[in-house]
């Protein structure tokens, strides 16, 4: 598929996509988020971190786009909130970390993407927010369901009935990112991360990222009980016994994603 909306880079198993739509700001209209979807799905099997951020210096993503919004009916909303939500939930469980380097507004649907990924960075120029209910909707793409889990109920519900948007800096404190760089430090910074995911074994990290997701909504006990199916799993993995060993000779571990 031929991509209008996406640029990507791809090199050493990390790929740095960007969202484009510099007219509206980057907002997701339906074709870019076929695209998207699209991308996710064809995505090498070497890729190891996805990082994803906004073409130029103003916006990550500005929110769904309000045009195509505009005169949608019910079930024409149901289908265009579907369509976000299934997208970015394919993020949230795709089998690599995904980390979202936010260099500007991450608003309404473009804070949603944020939050459907693994790790959130941000400028300082950044800003988030859920400005729906000024659009006389609620967040569509998941965000009710994600920011709360993310920043707590509390925040959640003072950003989505305010539509507030708050700065990098008050983000970082409730815990909406784990960092703020220098705008022209965020990519060197959202790659760096990524290169130390890497060092470590794929496996393990892809376990660990499975665990975290799918125990978030278990009960304890079976929690649990799932992070000790996938903790045995890893034993049967080669890179378990190249990691421990390299540990045990003190020489440095070349995992293999066997
Ligand atoms: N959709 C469409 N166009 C947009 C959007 C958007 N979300 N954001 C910005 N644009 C366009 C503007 O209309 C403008 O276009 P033009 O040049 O043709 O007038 C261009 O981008 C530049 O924007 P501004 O001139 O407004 O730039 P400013 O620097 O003055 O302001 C802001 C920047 C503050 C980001 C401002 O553009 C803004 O408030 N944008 C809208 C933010 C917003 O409300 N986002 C939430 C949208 S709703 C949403 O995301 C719901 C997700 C779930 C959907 C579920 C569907 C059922």
Known sequence: MEYNFLKTN???AVCTLTISAPKSLNALNSNLLKELDDFLDHLDAGTRVLIITGDGEKAFVAGADISEMQNLTEPEGVAF????AQVFRKIETLPIPVIAAVNGFALGGGCELALACDIRIASNR?????PEVGLGIIPGFSGTYRLTKIVGMG???EMIYTGRAIKADEALRIGLVNAVYEPEQLMEEARSLAARILKNAPIAVRYAKQCINEEYDLPADEAIAYENTMFGKCFATKDQKAGMTAFLTKSEAHFTNE
């Open 81 to 84: 909130g579907k369509l976000g």
């Open 155 to 157: 925040n959640a519900k």
């Open 126 to 130: 950044a800003k988030f927010g859920q």
């Open 10 to 12: 791809c090199s050493d």
